[in-house]
């Protein structure tokens, strides 16, 4: 094979109570990007289409996680990269993830697969810190993974896979504003109270059960930030008004999509997730602010190649 296409998928991190461990992975929102050998060796960005993003290898989040690959695996051989990018930079659905994780995916595929998801997630973290200044992997694992995800540890990079209950949908609103992981980091505090943190890791721990044996009423119950959203929910605008109306509408719970402005909920069966949707985009469209809106399916496959 001299070139892969693949589909690299938004991905939700967080999933309110589980902040830099818990994430799953969309269907209808991601980037395509086509990864080529060529016999000069060195790897090169060629085309960035769709966001204007740094070429230069060092300053872009696919280039850093491929260069990781390639400094490891040393083929004889130079790589051409194209990034189709669909998912806006700053949105909160695992932009800088989806790249990172796609170049990792796409040159394991093109290179006869030599290494496992772990070492590839290991690849990846490092693209990633390029974006939000540190290594983290919970939009990373659902992409590369699929289905929801749990970051067990970063250092070695050990991933749970945890089933998804079938009825489960995800509708998402995307007010365009840009909140820059980085900086929506450096708005949480460094510490936080006992009380907080034994609230948080029980919603944690009811939600991971809950999801194994598809408790749905438990999904809802355990889908509560009360360590994160208290902080960047100050970051964007509208948030409570939205939670409010979704809730109404029978979402099982909502949070911030990463590190925001995006906004998620889930929702059990698709008819409610579009009523869902439907209340996010009347409550947003009172405001002076633009918006997206989408409803999707939890993504099992994660990475896709689209190579025929
Ligand atoms: N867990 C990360 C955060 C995801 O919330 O900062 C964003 O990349």
Not at 124 to 145: F, Q, R, T
Not at 210 to 219: E, G, N, Q, V
Request: negative net charge.
């Amino acid at each position: 094979m001299k070139e892969i296409r693949i589909f690299a998928p938004a991905t939700v991190a967080n999933v309110a109570c589980g902040f830099d461990v818990l994430g799953f992975c969309l269907d209808t929102v991601g980037d395509e990007m086509v990864v080529r050998r060529v016999s000069k060796k060195g790897i090169v960005i060629t085309k960035c289409v769709g966001y204007e993003l740094p070429m230069e290898l060092e300053n872009n989040v696919a280039g850093v996680a491929a260069q990781a690959f390639i400094n490891d695996f040393n083929p004889e051989l130079g790589i051409e990269i194209e990034i189709y990018k669909n998912i806006k930079p700053g949105s909160g659905v695992g932009s800088s993830a989806a790249s990172a994780a796609g170049v990792v995916v796409a040159l394991n595929e093109l290179l006869g697969k030599p290494y496992k998801k772990e070492q590839l997630t290991t690849f990846a973290m490092k693209g990633e810190a390029v974006a939000s200044k540190c290594e983290h992997a919970d939009n990373l694992a659902p992409a590369i993974y699929g289905g929801f995800t749990l970051v067990k540890s970063c250092h070695p990079v050990k991933i749970l896979k945890i089933p998804t209950p079938s009825d489960l949908f995800a509708s998402i609103i995307h007010p365009q504003i840009e909140i820059k992981t980085a900086d929506s980091r450096a708005a949480l505090p460094a510490d936080i109270p006992l009380y907080q943190a034994i609230e948080q890791w029980a919603n944690l721990g009811s939600l991971i059960h809950a999801l194994h044996t598809s408790d749905y009423d438990l999904i809802a119950a355990s889908l509560n930030d009360v360590v994160i959203e208290p902080h960047r929910s100050k970051l964007i605008p509208h948030y409570h008004e939205i939670k409010n109306a979704v809730l109404k509408a029978g979402a099982l719970g909502c949070g911030i999509s990463g590190s925001g402005p995006s906004i998620f909920t889930l929702c059990k069966g698709e008819e409610n997730a579009l009523k869902v949707e439907q209340a996010m985009k009347d409550m947003y469209s009172k405001t002076e602010i633009d918006f997206d809106t989408y409803v999707s399916s939890i993504n099992q496959q994660g990475i896709k190649i689209l190579n025929p």
